[in-house]
């Protein structure tokens, strides 16, 4: 399984845009195709929303790769 970590510049990343900067796909359109066919899970379980926005702490899935998200900027304060 690859493990990769995204750095969360603000709130939060939609689920398209975040495969996109993950360089799990070439563009955001990819991003929304493979969401649309059922292979993202979020947290575990599967992620059919497109445009989803993943926070801080969240964990999305797609094959053998987990994207681990974390807040760069934010302490919580």
């Known amino acids: ?16 845009q975040l495969l996109k900067l993950s360089g799990l796909c070439d563009s955001g359109g990819a991003g929304k195709n493979l969401v649309a066919t059922g292979v993202v899970s979020v947290d575990g379980k599967k992620e059919l929303r497109k445009t989803a926005k993943i926070r801080d702490g969240q964990v999305v899935g797609i094959g053998d790769v987990r994207i681990s998200v974390r807040s760069q900027g934010t302490d919580g304060a």
Do not use: A, S, Y
Request: hydrophobic share 45%; no cysteine.
């Open 1 to 16: 399984m690859q493990k990769v970590t995204f750095d969360l510049t603000g709130e939060f990343v939609e689920l398209n």
